[in-house]
């Protein structure tokens, strides 16, 4: 790694941005691994709570220019991930499906509307944040470096459009559940 990717990294560790969304990710798999909700609007309004958090401090953070060109195969275990997977399906209940438009900006007249689904929005934004932080535990700084970039694309090309949509539809769900 060139020294001033060295410089880079530790600089983007060092800022609240980063520390503040390392907290939240941290909070919302320790949430989605501890089975702690006992019901299912306890566990969309936690869940709720947690995305916000995500979103806004994802948004904040810094993306850096490239990531190490070292491999790491640290990886969620499969059956750990399955298990938190049928948390999410048990306390979703009737909360689970909603409809969105899928580019609310597209130009085009029937830009149709698509099928969401809280379990999988959830389930992928877990996946992603768990890998990137088993990786950013990992003593090398080239996976520190590798985290961090994988912190800010994932959350920019993949699931920020996730957390988007389930917070859009957990709001409406308790809206009807008043």
């Keep these: 790694m060139p ?7 530790s600089k ?24 702690e909700a006992e019901t299912p609007r306890q566990f969309i309004l936690l869940s709720q709570n947690h995305l916000l958090s995500l979103y806004n401090l994802g ?9 190490s060109d070292k491999k790491f195969e640290i990886k969620l275990d499969e059956q750990e991930f399955q298990k938190s997977l049928h948390f999410i399906a048990d306390r979703l209940w009737d909360y689970r499906y909603y409809w ?11 830009t ?24 950013y535990g990992h003593k090398s700084s080239d996976a520190k470096q590798n985290a961090v ?3 800010k694309w994932n959350f920019d090309t993949h699931w920020s459009g996730h957390c988007a949509n ?3 539809a957990i709001h409406y769900f308790l809206q009807k559940g008043r």
């Design 3 to 9: 020294l001033s990717d060295k410089i880079l990294v």
């Design 12 to 35: 983007i560790i060092a800022t609240n941005e980063f520390t503040s969304f390392i907290d939240a990710a941290r909070k919302y798999c320790s949430f989605i691994e501890s089975h």
């Design 59 to 67: 948004n904040c953070m810094i993306l850096m220019e490239e990531k």
């Design 100 to 110: 969105y438009v899928f580019d609310p900006t597209a130009k085009k007249k029937d």
């Design 112 to 135: 149709g509307i698509v099928y969401g689904d809280l379990y999988e929005d959830l389930g992928a934004i877990y996946k992603y944040l768990k890998n990137s932080l088993l990786l």
């Design 149 to 151: 970039w994988d912190f």
């Design 166 to 168: 389930a917070i859009c």
